[in-house]
């Protein structure tokens, strides 16, 4: 069965810093992968996905992940954060068989608090 | 483009009582999802269905929890006799059918068993 592994529960980064976000997954196969961001009281929004091709995949608001298959991991990085970045981001693994690519098995979330 | 739409967005029961929740998907969506996010955990799947048809509901306790889309288009998931480990917020998502698609979710709805 494929599981996902957020090693990190909590994270505090200062505005301006780097951030990197660990992710790691446990998948027999071709994995498709994504991370999620969700804001206080606000559902789950797509930050980036992967599909099977370059293993650097850009997203919105300067995100970006680096898929590695010999390391089962699929890391999130941003080079500056802000502190509207200031939420919990979620990693997910999902099967795409008949195009039922929702049916995702998420990490357990890393809270990331900005500080100035 | 309306997003997924949920209701109510907040509610406090005591054990023992029912509750329903309501999803409208964004128009066009074939494929709509239930999941479960308790308090400091990730989502999980609960149901999900292709249409009016339940594809995959094998983690929906189905002694006191019952989803429908009659329809195809909205969805209600319904808890029977609310249990304190019921506590979670309950998310509705959507997507269109075909490879690589992106999943759209609801903002949920938070749900207080007490």
């Known amino acids: 069965a494929q599981s996902v592994t957020q090693p990190d529960a909590r994270v505090t980064v200062s505005e301006g810093a780097s951030l990197q976000l660990r992710c790691k997954y446990s998948y027999f196969g071709t994995p498709y992968l994504f991370w999620y961001v969700q804001y206080p009281r606000q559902g789950l929004q797509l930050l980036l996905k992967y599909y099977p091709g370059d293993p650097v995949v850009q997203g919105v608001n300067g995100f970006e992940a680096e898929f590695s298959k010999s390391n089962s991991s699929f890391h999130l990085r941003k080079a500056s954060v802000h502190w509207s970045d200031w939420a919990v981001y979620f990693c997910?693994?999902?099967?795409?068989?008949?195009?039922?690519?929702?049916?995702?098995?998420f990490g357990e979330g890393t809270q990331v608090t900005v500080i100035s | 483009e309306a997003g997924v739409t949920q209701s109510p967005r907040y509610a406090v029961l005591q054990e023992g009582q029912a509750v329903s929740f309501w999803c409208d998907p964004i128009s066009g969506h074939d494929t709509l999802y239930w999941y479960q996010q308790p308090r400091d955990q990730g989502p999980q799947l609960l149901v999900y269905f292709r249409d009016e048809a339940v594809i995959d509901n094998s983690q929906l306790p189905s002694d006191r929890f019952s989803a429908v889309r009659p329809k195809g288009t909205n969805s209600t998931l319904k808890i029977q006799s609310a249990k304190q480990g019921d506590t979670a917020t309950y998310l509705c998502?959507?997507?269109?059918?075909?490879?690589?698609?992106?999943?759209?979710f609801g903002k949920g709805t938070r749900l207080t068993v007490v």
């Open positions: 998502a959507s997507s269109p059918t075909g490879g690589n698609t992106e999943v759209f």
């Open positions: 997910a693994v999902s099967m795409n068989t008949g195009g039922l690519s929702g049916k995702l098995t």
